[in-house]
């Protein structure tokens, strides 16, 4: 019964060559629920399934001139297969990959400017505490905090004693603490 099978495999590799669609449709309607049937074990999805099979037929179409007549047609359609099989999955795990890749970028980039928001907030409000701080800690706080001054050197600029430069800093860093803990506890 094989070499039946083989003899009649043989015939339409020829009459494939040959351009024979009577011959290619015998072949197709063969092989094509087979082959649907082995993607289907490794791709699990319909779809891919059917996009493989019909780029292994037409693949045995296009390249039909160079189909060897000694040998049967099931392991070349395999072989095709096969390979289409795993290059699909080699598309999903990149896929998978670069979602993964894209998700993570999201995220990060996502996390950023959540912080730069909550930073900019942040600035305003304290810029809102120290507008209220009287004009003294004010000027202390900015020499201090923004021009990163020591205390002798903001005390010899405003010819102020050591100790008053302190005093101010920790009265202004008071009162943003307690406006922030104020702020804070109304948020959450």
């Known amino acids: 019964m094989q070499k039946r099978e083989q003899i009649c495999d043989f015939e339409l590799i020829t009459r494939i060559k ?22 289907l074990r490794f791709l699990k999805d319909k779809e891919p399934c059917q996009e493989v099979v019909q780029e292994v037929f037409m693949s045995l ?3 039909r001139e160079k189909l060897d007549t000694q040998y ?11 390979r289409l099989t795993l290059n699909v999955l080699r598309q999903v795990a990149n896929s998978q990959n670069a979602m993964e890749k ?6 990060t980039s996502s996390n950023e400017t959540e912080e730069l928001v909550y930073l ?42 050591r100790n008053t430069v302190k005093n101010h800093l ?17 948020l959450y």
């Not at 197709?28 to 049937?37: C, E, H, I, Q, R």
């Not at 894209?102 to 995220?107: E, F, G, I, T, Y």
Request: with cysteine; aromatic share 14%; charged share 20%.
């Open 18 to 39: 040959e351009g024979d669609e009577v011959a290619f449709r015998i072949v197709f309607d063969s092989y094509s629920s087979k082959l649907y049937y082995f993607c």
């Open 61 to 63: 179409w296009i390249n």
């Open 72 to 82: 049967p047609i099931a392991p070349y359609l395999y072989t095709i297969s096969r």
């Open 102 to 107: 894209m998700w993570l970028n999201l995220q």
């Open 120 to 161: 900019e907030d942040l600035q305003r409000f304290t810029e809102q505490v120290l507008a209220s701080l009287p004009k003294q800690q004010q000027l202390v706080y900015r020499m201090s905090r923004q021009q990163e001054l020591s205390y002798d050197e903001i005390a010899e600029e405003l010819n102020i004693s």
């Open 170 to 186: 920790v009265s202004a860093l008071k009162t943003l603490r307690t406006q922030l803990q104020k702020a804070f506890s109304i």
